[in-house]
């Protein structure tokens, strides 16, 4: 059975890939970015959590990241609606179907990256925090 934390990155993960561009989880970055653009989930750091002790509770703010990119013409306006579209799955579903008390995206940083012999890309890493806890730190 997976833990917790596994079942709501798995649940992330899943709500980005409903979206047109093409999402992976932990993959290295491709050497083509498909046309309507390309997201990578990478599972991140769980961080120190706030303890409790009575019920014993680890409460965790894991910090996940989504690289996002695209290529090619237009990719400023491609790039704005790719993160105006993880901003609407997200907040659609604040606590992915009750797995997690709160997710909260941060703004990217976008940077254009030049490509020798092909169209430029335009990515960012985008910050989303996952409030949730556990009874175990391991699980």
């Not at 980005?16 to 750091?45: C, M, Q």
């Amino acid at each position: 059975m997976p833990t917790p934390r596994e079942t709501i990155l798995t649940a992330l993960h899943a709500r980005l890939s409903a979206l047109p561009a093409t999402a992976l989880r932990g993959e290295v970055l491709p050497e083509r970015v498909p046309a309507d653009g390309l997201l990578i989930l990478r599972d991140g750091s769980p961080g120190e959590p706030e303890v409790t002790l009575s019920p014993l509770a680890y409460h965790y703010q894991h910090r996940t990241e989504i690289e996002a990119v695209v290529q090619g013409t237009e990719r400023d306006s491609r790039f704005d609606a790719l993160t105006a579209q993880i901003g609407a799955v997200i907040a659609a579903d604040r606590t992915l179907g009750g797995l997690c008390d709160w997710v909260e995206p941060e703004a990217p940083e976008p940077v254009d990256l030049p490509v020798e012999g092909a169209a430029s890309l335009k990515a960012a890493v985008i910050a989303v925090v996952l409030h949730y806890s556990t009874a175990d730190p391991l699980s």
